[in-house]
Structures are given as C-alpha cells and as structure tokens.
C-alpha cells in the first residue's frame, strides 16, 4: 500500500467503473476488465457462496466470469438500473451506497439495498466487499 492516496481519484475511478458496468449489464459494449487490479479479490457474504459459485472470487479472470453467467441467472439484465445514494473515501478505500432495481430472470420485480467497499491499488479495483439483503435475495430467486 502506498503511503500517499488520492482519495479524489479513487473515487472518481469507481464512479467511472459504476458507469462502465451498467453499461455492460444492459449489454452496451463496455470493458470493466480495465477497472480490475490482475490481484483483485471480490467477497461476497458467506450466505450466497452455495448459490452463486462462491462467496469469494480471486484474480481478474474469476471476477470477470462472475460478471457473465452468474448474473444472467438472477436478472434481467437489461432491467438493472443501479440508483447511487452515498459515495466516500478513505485512504485507498472507497465505500458505494446502492440499491439495485431490476426484473429477476423469472420475471418478479427486484429493489436491494448494497453497501460495497473498494480497496484500489496501482489506480485499479484490487479488493471489494459487497453486503446486501441475502435473505430478501433468496426469498425471489429458484436456485
């Protein structure tokens, strides 16, 4: 870790990913592979590790994948709309405030809460823990 953040940076990194991603989910041309460290490590929380190939993802080719099958099997992915309330920093951290509004793959309508923090390294999204409602997640979806 470097002794000097840029805190303004990082934050604009990670808004500028968010951009990137919805872009993709919606299935525009986007590359989010830009944003991620080769090291990077996502967590997910320990419920969803059964039904969502993991609770943790390692390096930059897990994460893409993550990023492909795995969210087409919750979502339609062109409903994804993400609605940001809160956004700060810290050091080489970066902490999101989100909900999630969209259609599940069967249809039924889908508003989640997400609170996500973001390490950066070397100018790129090394580390992200993302917490949300799994109970209420579990309760829409047939895994």
Do not use: C
């Amino acid at each position: 870790m470097s002794a000097t953040h840029d805190i303004q940076a990082n934050k604009a990194l990670l808004t500028e990913f968010q951009k990137t991603l919805a872009q993709r989910l919606r299935g525009e041309p986007a590359d989010i592979r830009a944003y991620f460290h080769n090291d990077i490590a996502w967590h997910f929380p320990k419920s969803t590790a059964e039904a969502a190939s993991g609770s943790d993802h390692y390096g930059i080719d897990a994460v893409m994948a993550m990023f492909g099958d795995d969210v087409g099997q919750f979502y339609q992915q062109d409903t994804m709309t993400f609605h940001y309330h809160a956004i700060t920093a810290e050091e080489d951290r970066v902490h999101l405030h989100f909900s999630l509004e969209a259609k599940t793959a069967t249809g039924e309508d889908y508003y989640n809460d997400y609170q996500s923090l973001f390490r950066m390294a070397d100018g790129k999204i090394i580390e992200v823990w993302e917490y949300f409602d799994t109970a209420y997640l579990f309760s829409l979806f047939t895994l």
